[in-house]
T-cell receptor, first 113, second 113 residues
């Protein structure tokens, strides 16, 4: 079974632009969560989707949004990029709501200049 | 409250055992996890333990849970240079059927040959 895939792997944007990151979960998995990893704040929860519905949201500004499609693929969008948005964005998938096994993708490294 | 703490750094010699410690604050956590992150990579799920268990062993890995003290540890037997990485403990917030994970700060394990 293929693992969690994230595209693109690396991205460079300038302040004020917007960006869309994509995550394809493991086949058959219906739950997708997103995390931001930075040296200063560590790993922080962004949001979680199950069956196209947002189940939970972290403490991030409204510039951060996401969605999930009927095939369980998920995208997250960050508008009006700021320097502080530079981070590794990680996606995790699990087979069902409340599953205790969550598998992470390799991440998308976003650099904002 | 949501807070997970780990020591920042651990150095061991190849062949020795490594013990990585973690403390958490939310007594309602039902699952506790250990993830490994190598440079430039995502998070690899190593093992997890249910909160009603005291110990779990999986090959070279042993997880101990002291629920009274909210203390979790990961013991790696016969540590190898390939075990050098950052190790994160995480607790799951299971209230309301969510997959949200709260991560610790991470422990950098350096294995000396």
């Amino acid at each position: 079974k293929a693992g969690v895939t994230q595209t693109p792997r690396y991205l460079i944007k300038t302040r004020g632009q917007q960006v869309t990151l994509s995550c394809s979960p493991i086949s058959g998995h219906r739950s997708v969560s997103w995390y931001q990893q930075t040296p200063g704040q560590g790993l922080q929860f962004l949001f979680e989707y199950f069956s196209e519905t947002q189940r939970n949201k972290g403490n991030f500004p409204g510039r951060f949004s996401g969605r999930q499609f009927s095939n369980s693929r998920s995208e997250m969008n960050v508008s009006t990029l700021e320097l502080g948005d530079s981070a590794l964005y990680l996606c995790a998938s699990s087979s069902h709501d409340g599953s205790y096994e969550q598998y992470f993708g390799p991440g998308t490294r976003l650099t904002v200049t | 409250g949501e807070d997970v703490e780990q020591s920042l750094f651990l150095s061991v010699r190849e062949g020795d055992s490594s013990v990585i410690n973690c403390t958490y604050t939310d007594s309602s956590s039902t699952y506790l996890y250990w993830y490994k992150q190598e440079p430039g990579a995502g998070l690899q799920l190593l093992t997890y333990i249910f909160s009603n268990m005291d110990m779990k062993q999986d090959q070279r890995l042993t997880v101990l849970l002291n629920k009274k003290d909210k203390h979790l540890s990961l013991r790696i037997a016969d540590t190898q240079t390939g075990d050098s990485a950052i190790y994160f403990c995480a607790e799951s917030m299971r209230g309301g059927a969510t997959n949200k994970l709260i991560f610790g700060t991470g422990t950098l394990l350096a294995v000396q040959p």
